[in-house]
């Protein structure tokens, strides 16, 4: 069977690109639109899940043509961000919003689980149609990322500018919903925290103060705090200072206006811009150390504390106490004494050191009664009878080196 011929013409898709926006390039090469590609030359005329869940046999044909591999196109749609970025792309999965939200904690130690019937991690319930002025204005590079679709970044990852909404075709038609505005760029946190995101689908893991975490770690911490973010504070316990304090300092109304809950997906757009800036506020506070959240993975934004730290001078060492021989010979006898008082071979010892150059039986009659009111049983210094008066000799009599 002869392969199918390629396309003389194919730009290479751009990195994270979205397989939609790669196609329309494409399209544009031969003067025709993405239909007119798909339906004349690969026959398919259904174009709504070129960007969710292409069909394998599509994605066949177009490697077929573009000579792109398989896997490079698969991951130009949702289904190959599959399960890092969201568990399935099924919406009707039991628990599905408490399996990917309610497992981790940031700002909240604990929450009550909340649960819906449809529901999947950052597809928004309308399609959403922003992208980077800079880039879009550059005849050179009209790519659409993919991410772009999804309410998950609010700025450029290679420009730091906010995304602005756009109708029409980029690379055709396009037409900014503000043309006037020039390109504004985002502060530090969105930047930083976008530029994480970024980092996690690009590398699929992210950098984090305390260490490396995975990339589907970084997605749910980030949708967790979206969702603490929106807990009613009645909800928050001892912690609704801390949610009050990162909204307030965002400068957006708490919970920005909502009234009831909803999932962030189904949220108007302007609603999630506010909830994704109070979301990087907070990650800001919390490794200026503005804020000290009690959930359990906050650590995580906080560098590990320094150990054995030294400013590179010469240790200065402490001059050593002056030794107290004494002290510690009484604390020596101290302890003797007290294993004397059931270890009998002890008792013995301690007894043959005490009586040392006693040579009277008056005097080893007196340091016999000593160790008695110390306690220590008189059978352990000797073969104790009672009815002798110096019985203690027959071990050691005090007379004698020998033991």
């Not at 906010?162 to 690379?171: D, E, R, T, V």
């Not at 980030?222 to 909800?235: G, I, K, M, Q, V």
């Not at 801390?242 to 809950?261: F, M």
């Amino acid at each position: 069977m002869k392969p199918a011929p390629r396309w003389p013409l194919h730009p290479a898709p751009r990195e994270g690109e979205a397989l939609s926006s790669w196609l329309n390039r494409v399209a544009a090469c031969y003067r025709m639109d993405v239909h007119e590609l798909l339906a004349h030359d690969l026959g398919h005329d259904q174009l709504d899940d070129l960007d969710t869940e292409p069909p394998l046999s599509l994605l066949t044909m177009i490697a077929q043509r573009s000579g792109v591999e398989l896997e490079r196109l698969r991951e130009m749609s949702l289904a190959g961000w599959v399960p890092w970025l969201l568990d399935s792309l099924e919406d009707s999965l039991p628990a599905a919003l408490e399996t990917y939200a309610f497992q981790c904690s940031v700002l909240l130690p604990k929450r009550k689980a909340r649960s819906i019937t449809r529901w999947r991690a950052w597809l928004p319930s309308q399609p959403m149609r922003r992208a980077c002025p800079l880039c879009l204005n550059d005849p050179v590079n009209q790519a659409v990322l993919l991410v772009w679709q999804l309410p998950l970044m609010l700025s450029c990852p290679q420009h730091g500018c906010w995304l602005a909404s756009y109708w029409g075709l980029p690379g055709r038609h396009l037409q900014w919903d503000n043309a006037e505005a020039a390109p504004c760029p985002a502060n530090a946190a969105i930047a930083g925290m976008d530029r994480r995101t970024w980092q996690a689908l690009t590398t699929g893991f992210v950098e984090l103060p305390r260490r490396r975490i995975h990339a589907g770690l970084w997605f749910r911490l980030l949708r967790t705090l979206l969702d603490e973010l929106n807990t009613p504070l009645s909800h928050c316990g001892g912690s609704a200072g801390c949610i009050r304090q990162v909204w307030e300092h965002c400068g957006h109304p708490l919970r920005a206006g909502q009234s009831l809950w909803r999932p962030f997906e189904v949220l108007a757009p302007a609603v999630q811009v506010q909830m994704l800036e109070a979301a990087a506020t907070a990650i800001a506070l919390i490794e200026s150390r503005a804020l000290f959240p009690r959930g359990e993975h906050a650590p995580l934004f906080l560098a590990e504390p320094q150990t054995g730290f030294t400013n590179g001078l010469p240790e200065k060492k402490p001059k050593p106490e002056p030794v107290n021989h004494w002290q510690r010979a009484a604390q020596a006898i101290g302890e003797a004494i007290i294993e004397a008082r059931h270890n009998p071979e002890t008792a013995r010892s301690l007894f043959t050191l005490a009586s040392y150059g006693r040579r009277d039986p008056e005097s080893l009659e007196r340091l016999r009664l000593t160790f008695a009111n110390e306690g220590i049983p008189l059978e352990f210094l000797s073969h104790y009878e009672p009815c002798t008066p110096f019985a203690y000799r027959s071990q050691n009599d005090g007379l004698s080196d020998k033991f």
